[in-house]
């Protein structure tokens, strides 16, 4: 496995091996790896000849109150885990190489990007479309791959690379749980114990909607209360929001027609850890 942390040294990488007829896979990560990353790796490898995966925190997504500091940062670790996955290149750059100074371009999708996260992550979108922009204009992969678990995210990924007339085929992996059925993060290390014994009821939340769905529940107002009394057998669970949403527009529903997004952010009260998850109801992303 090769660890790269030069832009250009990366770009002419690529350049060489798909010059030589090879395709080029793209999983951006923050580091921190977990099963639910290494998942994402697995559909990269299936589906292209050479495999890459980004290590950069984006301190352009983190709002000035939020956890770029503290963000677990354990490169050497990732780097045992990304080898064993078979990934063929770490591509880590720095954050000087990736914002030189009087860095002064960034990408706004707009629409999707003002509610669900956007409303209390106003930077959130704006920084991770310019990241990832930016990684796929140094990489230049064929197919780079998204977990699910970030929705709203994925789907502000595709509408960029539709509107910008992109190349790069995006893939969206399932949520990787923890047996508890707490979807995989970096940050569920800030956990307190109780938090972690509590966090689960997240995504149980999410199927009972599920089950309500199945039953011919079609009111967007019976799932989220459904929701939200599961969510209340916790003390230490906050929800942010608890939305049903359509997977285009992202817009709120009134009543379930057809495909719906069924997404949930929850602080913790204990350690002040966001989480989020979703489910989606009647189709797929």
Not at 151 to 172: F, G, P, T, W
Not at 183 to 190: D, G, K, L
Not at 249 to 271: F, G, R
Request: aromatic content about 6%.
């Amino acid at each position: 496995m090769k660890i790269v942390k030069s832009s250009a040294e990366m770009k002419n990488l690529s350049l060489t091996y798909q010059t030589s007829g090879r395709t080029v896979s793209l999983v951006p990560t923050m580091g921190a790896l977990h099963k639910g990353h290494l998942s994402l790796l697995k559909i990269a490898r299936e589906n292209s000849d050479i495999s890459v995966m980004s290590i950069f925190v984006n301190p352009t997504q983190f709002g000035p109150n939020e956890d770029y500091q503290k963000y677990p940062r354990v490169f050497e670790q990732d780097c045992v885990l990304a080898e064993e996955a078979g990934c063929d290149i770490i591509f880590a750059p720095s954050v000087e190489d990736m914002y030189p100074p009087h860095y002064s371009t960034y990408v706004s999708v707009e629409k999707i990007t003002e509610g669900l996260c956007g409303i209390s992550r106003p930077n959130l979108f704006r920084g991770a479309a310019t990241v990832v922009l930016k990684l796929f204009n140094i990489v230049n992969p064929q197919i780079a791959v998204f977990g699910q678990k970030d929705a709203q995210q994925l789907l502000v990924i595709r509408r960029m690379v539709r509107d910008l007339n992109l190349s790069v085929k995006i893939e969206a992996a399932p949520i990787f749980r923890e047996e508890s059925g707490l979807a995989m993060s970096s940050r569920n290390s800030y956990l307190t114990v109780a938090e972690k014994k509590d966090a689960p009821l997240i995504y149980k939340s999410l199927k009972k909607a599920e089950q309500l769905f199945n039953q011919g529940e079609r009111k967007a107002v019976v799932i989220s209360e459904a929701i939200a009394e599961e969510l209340g057998q916790s003390s230490l669970l906050k929800p942010e929001y608890i939305n049903v949403v359509d997977p285009v527009e992202l817009k709120p529903v009134d009543i379930l027609q057809s495909t719906a997004l069924v997404a949930i952010a929850c602080w913790t009260l204990e350690s002040g850890t966001r989480l989020i998850d979703n489910i989606v109801l009647g189709g797929s992303l």
